[in-house]
């Protein structure tokens, strides 16, 4: 038997067109990889087409958290770079925090400063965000949270 182990660091497109590629050469399945790539090329260039002109000042700015990281987290943990942002256009108001950690853990006291217009959460730790919102009802002064404008998102490893 054969072991094939699939590693997507941060922020890498290539290395992940490299592993669907590998996949699909394992699995016998090379044209639906193909596929696959030629579809998110044409994603991007689509996303790139529609936000490449975009000012800083037309970016809206935007948080994500409760981002999975060895397990449950609550609203502080964010990542930087997040690449839905960058393809989009998206002011990421966490851009300044420099890790090597897929992703880092900021403070509240951050976040209200940062302030962002939209926040985007991970379905797996909606409860923890609510929690943290109990726990810090500053947080209700953040934009985003006083005008609901947070969204859900897929879990993230």
Known sequence: ???????????????LYDTWRLAGKVLNEADRASQLVESMDGFVDDLDSRTADRSESERRSAYVGAINYKGAQGIETTRNPFDPFRLTGTANVAAGVESEAPSVQI???????????????STRNTERVK?????????????AIADEDVHKIPPIA
């Open 131 to 143: 929690q943290d919102i109990r726990e810090h009802p500053g947080l209700r002064q953040v934009a």
């Open 1 to 15: 038997m054969l072991d094939v182990v699939f590693t997507i660091g941060p922020d890498s497109r290539q290395t």
């Open 107 to 121: 403070s509240i006291e951050k976040l209200l400063e940062w302030d962002p217009a939209t926040a985007f959460v």
